[in-house]
């Protein structure tokens, strides 16, 4: 799986749009661009996921550069309980069950 | 519709005692993975299970080892536990190739 770069940690002020960034540079065709997020002492939580083109969900919108090398996983009313850890991963859907998780961006919400 | 479950949420062992975690899976899903989580790192893949047999392998010892029963549901297995093994343990599901993973909430282990 290709490796992902992501911040260590960044703040953003409630009721604000949040723009976690994502660095994949080495991704390949076939490999998909998912988004986790570990609130304090639980479990990963899927937010969103992609190929090429832009996704939103009711919780998140994902929007994927042309050249799939970055991303960006976009909060649009960040609030409390949004602060947690957020994990960027590339992945080969098929034949590969494996998530490589790194260290994520903390993301606190300021209130 | 019930999450992935785990228990128990939270156990302490004693160096050397053998451990075992469960896990049923989302409803529908037939594909099992555990992960390991020490403090302050991100999860790192233990093991697959699929067909009541594992599939795929991370980078961990013999001592650990798994199951999965006919229902889908599976157990984790740690022998000759070290301090190192201290750590939260993540469960994760899908159902078929290449669909989301789901975890969930983990069982931490505290070996003193």
């Known amino acids: 799986d290709a490796k992902t770069t992501q911040p260590t940690s960044m703040d953003c002020a409630e009721g604000r749009a949040a723009n976690l960034p994502c660095n994949h540079s080495t991704i390949s065709g076939n490999e998909y661009v998912y988004w986790y997020r570990q609130i304090h002492s639980q479990g990963p939580q899927y937010i969103i996921h992609?190929?090429?083109n832009n996704e939103t969900n009711e919780m998140a919108s994902l929007i994927i550069t042309e050249d799939r090398k970055s991303s960006t996983l976009i909060l649009p009313h960040a609030t409390l309980r949004d602060t947690a850890v957020y994990y960027c991963i590339v992945r080969v859907d098929f034949g590969n069950e494996k998530l490589t998780f790194g260290t994520g961006t903390r993301l606190t919400i300021i209130p | 519709d019930a999450g992935v479950t785990q228990s128990p949420t939270h156990l302490i062992k004693t160096r050397g005692q053998q451990v075992t975690l469960r896990c049923s899976p989302k409803?529908?899903?037939?594909?099992v993975s555990w992960y390991q989580q020490a403090l302050g790192q991100g999860p790192q893949f233990i093991f697959q299970?699929?067909?009541?047999?594992?599939?795929q392998r991370g980078n961990f010892p013999d001592r650990f080892s798994g199951h999965q029963f006919p229902n889908y549901s599976s157990e984790l297995n740690v022998n000759a536990l070290l301090l190192g093994d201290s750590a939260l343990y993540l469960c994760?599901?899908?159902?078929?190739?290449?669909?989301?993973?789901?975890f969930g909430e983990g069982s931490w282990l505290t070996v003193v």
């Open positions: 994760a599901s899908r159902v078929g190739v290449g669909n989301t993973i789901y």
């Open positions: 409803s529908g899903h037939d594909t």
């Open positions: 299970y699929y067909e009541e047999e594992e599939r």
């Open positions: 992609g190929l090429k």
